[in-house]
């Protein structure tokens, strides 16, 4: 099981600084680095692949110094952000100057293209590729020597749907078999999709960790939404509105059902099957209706 321990680091460049003070511990399973462009993150991700010196603070891999240590790189896989790439190579031909560079060759470069789905156009000059076809062909080379850590910075840039769909899913299979998998993202959804925990970096700073529903919840000073459906929303209302845990109930006619904004989480969850109970109601359906990673970003970013 491999480990990324990232403990006080701080990164600036002259007088801006860019990374500052961020602790946090990336372990196996897909984690989602969430943050608006400029936060930080690719900065961040230079310095975890030990591309990039902390100006102060450590990156560890499995307590090995990841800055200045080649030993280190056969267990680390990169997708860079950066657009530049060997235009005049072919794709297959890309991935196996890679291998070779792990001491491998072409039979793991021909795995590689064949994870991404790329042997189709291993044989055209990446010049020709769309952006989401370079992004696989740098995925397939940051996957050549099966490392145990992948840092993957905005991938799904440029992807259209059918290989975004394609790399969420190597991806959470990846996480199941136990690699430790990092992707950069500034679309919620993405994240959402794709990541149960995540980490979130605002302005530079790490605003938040952890799965972001169980954030959601301990973000006691905005009032949680919920959809809840019941043989009779209109009795369940009226008494639900006098207890202080609400602080507003709407009929929503068109969805059958009524919006109620709780104030007090712990209160609300424990009184409303109580509720029901006591006046006979059924309820067919509660569900949280901004239970988001939108609700929890926006809320960070305003913080």
């Given at each position: 099981?491999?480990?990324?321990?990232?403990?006080?680091?701080?990164?600036?460049?002259?007088?801006?600084?860019?990374?500052?003070?961020?602790?946090?511990?990336?372990?196996?399973?897909?984690?989602?680095?969430?943050?608006?462009?400029?936060?930080?993150?690719?900065?961040?991700?230079?310095?975890?692949?030990?591309?990039?010196?902390?100006?102060?603070?450590?990156?560890?891999?499995?307590?090995?110094?990841?800055?200045?240590?080649?030993?280190?790189?056969?267990?680390?896989?990169?997708?860079?952000?950066?657009?530049?790439?060997?235009?005049?190579?072919?794709?297959?031909?890309?991935?196996?100057?890679?291998?070779?560079?792990?001491?491998?060759?072409?039979?793991?470069?021909?795995?590689?293209?064949?994870?991404?789905?790329?042997?189709?156009?291993?044989?055209?000059?990446?010049?020709?590729?769309?952006?989401?076809?370079?992004?696989?062909?740098?995925?397939?080379?940051?996957?050549?020597?099966?490392?145990?850590?992948?840092?993957?910075?905005?991938?799904?840039?440029?992807?259209?749907?059918?290989?975004?769909?394609?790399?969420?899913?190597?991806?959470?299979?990846?996480?199941?078999?136990?690699?430790?998998?990092?992707?950069?993202?500034?679309?919620?959804?993405?994240?959402?999709?794709?990541?149960?925990?995540?980490?979130?970096?605002?302005?530079?700073?790490?605003?938040?960790?952890?799965?972001?529903?169980?954030?959601?919840?301990?973000?006691?000073?905005?009032?949680?939404?919920?959809?809840?459906?019941?043989?009779?929303?209109?009795?369940?209302?009226?008494?639900?509105?006098?207890?202080?845990?609400?602080?507003?109930?709407?009929?929503d006619l068109a969805e059958g059902a009524l919006r109620i904004q709780a104030v007090d989480f712990g209160r609300f969850t424990a009184l409303l099957p109580r509720v029901a109970r006591d006046h006979g109601i059924r309820l067919l359906t509660v569900s949280p209706s901004d239970e988001s990673l939108e609700s929890v970003f926006?809320?960070?970013?305003?913080?």
């Amino acid at each position: 099981m491999t480990t990324l321990q990232i403990d006080h680091v701080s990164r600036w460049f002259g007088n801006v600084v860019a990374v500052n003070d961020i602790t946090m511990t990336i372990g196996p399973g897909v984690t989602g680095l969430l943050g608006p462009n400029g936060a930080g993150k690719s900065t961040l991700i230079n310095m975890m692949a030990g591309f990039l010196a902390p100006s102060t603070g450590t990156v560890t891999l499995d307590g090995q110094q990841v800055w200045r240590n080649e030993a280190i790189y056969k267990h680390i896989g990169i997708v860079p952000e950066r657009e530049a790439m060997y235009d005049f190579l072919t794709g297959r031909e890309f991935v196996v100057a890679n291998a070779e560079l792990h001491g491998l060759g072409d039979k793991a470069a021909q795995r590689a293209l064949a994870t991404v789905e790329m042997e189709y156009a291993q044989d055209r000059k990446i010049s020709t590729y769309s952006k989401g076809m370079r992004q696989r062909v740098k995925m397939a080379s940051a996957l050549v020597h099966d490392p145990s850590l992948l840092l993957l910075d905005e991938p799904f840039n440029g992807m259209d749907p059918r290989q975004r769909m394609q790399l969420m899913d190597l991806l959470r299979r990846m996480g199941n078999e136990g690699r430790t998998v990092l992707f950069s993202s500034h679309i919620l959804e993405e994240v959402e999709q794709l990541a149960w925990h995540i980490e979130v970096v605002v302005a530079g700073r790490h605003a938040a960790s952890g799965d972001f529903r169980k954030i959601r919840r301990l973000m006691t000073d905005r009032p949680h939404r919920y959809l809840v459906r019941s043989s009779d929303d209109r009795a369940l209302a009226a008494a639900l509105i006098a207890d202080p845990s609400t602080s507003g109930i709407e009929v929503d006619l068109a969805e059958g059902a009524l919006r109620i904004q709780a104030v007090d989480f712990g209160r609300f969850t424990a009184l409303l099957p109580r509720v029901a109970r006591d006046h006979g109601i059924r309820l067919l359906t509660v569900s949280p209706s901004d239970e988001s990673l939108e609700s929890v970003f926006s809320y960070l970013v305003a913080a």
